[in-house]
């Protein structure tokens, strides 16, 4: 099994165990398991805090402008979209017939409710992992190795609203 950086597709179970061996890491070196939700929070605290110096105030906020700890995760959503735009240069998928999202969407009627639904879906995504207090990567993958059970239910919950979506959406 060779895999090289300008594979169309890496082995998902070379790069599921790449993922899982990232755990040891992240706990020896920064205290703290993988997950990415929470730097969205980060963030947002931090532009909040810009403009409202309130913000200090509200507890959830509070805690994501304290310290270094919370930019790592910040640090890693930008590493994942921006290793995902360079394995796609790198593979030549941008040059090989596959046309960028806006190309196939702009033109047809679906194109003006797309982005918006889109949107929407990824902040109901978004507050729903805020609600369980982690996102699939930092339930998935760091919860179940530290053999949570409310990892292990987060993880089945999830599994089950998204075959129930899919099956909702397949009959529509």
Do not use: E
């Not at 169309?8 to 993988?34: M, N």
């Not at 902040?123 to 996102?135: P, S």
């Amino acid at each position: 099994m060779s895999c090289s950086l300008t594979d169309k597709a890496w082995s998902p179970y070379l790069a599921g165990v790449i993922i899982g061996l990232l755990q040891i890491p992240a706990f020896l070196l920064i205290d703290t398991a993988l997950g990415a939700s929470s730097s969205y929070v980060t963030v947002s605290a931090h532009l909040a805090a810009l403009i409202d110096t309130g913000v200090n105030g509200i507890d959830y906020a509070s805690k994501h402008l304290q310290g270094a700890k919370n930019w790592w995760q910040v640090a890693l959503v930008v590493g994942i979209a921006g290793g995902a735009w360079l394995s796609s240069r790198s593979s030549g998928m941008t040059r090989s017939g596959y046309s960028p999202i806006w190309r196939r969407v702009i033109g047809t009627r679906a194109s003006a409710l797309r982005f918006p639904m889109a949107f929407a879906g990824g902040f109901l995504m978004l507050l729903g992992a805020r609600i369980a207090d982690g996102c699939t990567s930092g339930h998935g993958i760091s919860g179940i190795a530290q053999l949570s059970i409310g990892s292990f239910i987060a993880v089945a919950a999830m599994f089950a609203g998204g075959i129930g979506t899919a099956m909702l959406l397949r009959r529509i």
